[in-house]
């Protein structure tokens, strides 16, 4: 699955899936830096391309994480950051070396250092399914929201 395919199976979604607007470059650099610095797998092209469209998705209750916090106004979607994410989840150690990326009800979503997304069991963070692609990742962790 590509960025084009992705987004046209959400577009049959787009009643319930929040698209978030582009990140800027700077953010996208920022948040790069900062996942670095504490030892997370660095964001892959693609999910950076995605950024630069979209800064996160929010989808019931399944979210795609972007680089800034969305909060959005009077409602009670608020999107935490990729890097707020991983700062609290960087002492779990089957973790390292990887970056959360969304979550859902039931998994939680990391990539690694060779681009591999994993979907990880919520509760005991256990490798469940790998995908090569991560939009494919991104849309199996949105349809759980909208279950």
């Known amino acids: 699955m590509n960025h084009e395919e992705f987004l046209k199976e959400l577009q ?10 582009a990140a800027s470059e700077r953010a996208i650099e920022i948040a790069q830096g900062s996942l670095m610095q504490m030892q997370c797998a660095m964001l892959p092209m693609d999910l950076m391309r995605f950024y630069m469209r979209h800064d996160g998705i929010i989808c019931g209750d399944a979210q795609i994480f972007g680089v800034t916090e969305y909060n ?15 700062k609290e989840l960087m002492a779990y150690k089957v973790l390292r070396g990887k970056t959360v990326i969304g979550r859902n009800g039931l998994f939680w979503f990391a990539v690694d250092s060779s681009g591999v997304v994993w ?14 692609s991560i939009y494919r990742a991104m849309y199996e962790c949105l349809l759980v929201g909208l279950i």
């Open 119 to 132: 979907m990880l069991d919520v509760m005991t963070l256990s490798p469940v399914k790998k995908y090569a």
């Open 72 to 86: 959005r106004d009077g409602r009670m979607y608020i999107l935490p950051s990729i890097i707020t994410v991983n």
């Open 12 to 21: 049959n979604k787009k009643d319930v899936a929040i698209m978030l607007p």
